[in-house]
């Protein structure tokens, strides 16, 4: 993760969390919509996890990710970053 991070933020020895702020300025800068725009709602996000936790693109994943980490990503991106 250290090695995306330098690369995103284009400087060496740079952490996961400066690439997190550099991703979010540029979600905010593209004005990007959160899920909610598209009508998902607080109540989609436990189906949301089933379906995706069990979806073949989730099992290539080098992370396996907690069903309360695919929520709070869910919940994260209902709305747009600020």
């Known amino acids: 993760m250290e090695e995306v991070a330098e690369i995103l933020v284009g400087r060496q020895g740079a952490t996961v969390e400066e690439a997190h702020d550099w ?14 725009s598209y009508g998902m709602a607080a109540e989609d996000i436990p189906a949301a996890v089933e379906k995706s936790a069990g979806s073949s693109s989730m099992q290539g994943n080098p992370v396996k990710l907690s069903h309360e980490v695919l929520a709070g990503i869910l919940e994260e991106a209902l709305e747009p970053a600020r």
């Open 23 to 36: 991703i979010t300025s540029l979600v905010v800068h593209l004005n990007v919509p959160g899920l909610s």
